[in-house]
């Protein structure tokens, strides 16, 4: 966790202004039954100074209507997704923490899809990446 007072970190939108973090995004034919009912949108996450794009497919919900993922709230998520490896990437410890039980093939599958993201957006946002990981909460 950052050493900083959460009243001297900056948000998460703060963060993505500063150094101009943008996304697009496009309905994507992926389809994950986990997630029936939600649109799929294709995201690529683009910062400046660096050739690295960060693009991924991300669900969302009927509820949040037809438009596609704001930057926000697409990158809260990734960093989301990516803190419960942060410390430690075991998958007995990431079961532990999450609820799943060792022998859940399926638990392996998304541990291993999780390890992915997380070297990707480690690889996006470099440096920074601890800085957005430990932003305030909007």
Not at 66 to 77: C, D, G, H, Q, V
Not at 107 to 131: P, R
Request: charged fraction near 20%; aromatic fraction near 12%; charge should be negative.
């Amino acid at each position: 966790m950052s050493n900083l007072p959460s009243r001297h970190r900056p948000t998460l939108t703060d963060l993505i202004l500063k150094h101009q973090i943008t996304t697009s995004a496009h309905h994507s034919a992926v389809h994950d039954p986990t997630f029936f009912g939600s649109t799929c949108w294709m995201v690529e996450m683009r910062r400046p100074g660096t050739a690295f794009t960060y693009t991924k497919p991300f669900y969302m919900g009927p509820g949040l209507g037809a438009r596609p993922p704001e930057t926000a709230e697409f990158l809260e998520a990734q960093l989301r997704e990516a803190s419960t490896v942060h410390d430690n990437p075991s998958f007995a410890t990431w079961c532990g923490d999450l609820g799943y039980a060792t022998d859940d093939r399926r638990a392996k599958s998304i541990h291993q899809k999780v390890l992915v993201n997380y070297g990707d957006l480690t690889q996006f946002l470099d440096d920074l990446f601890e800085t957005f990981l430990y932003a305030e909460p909007e």
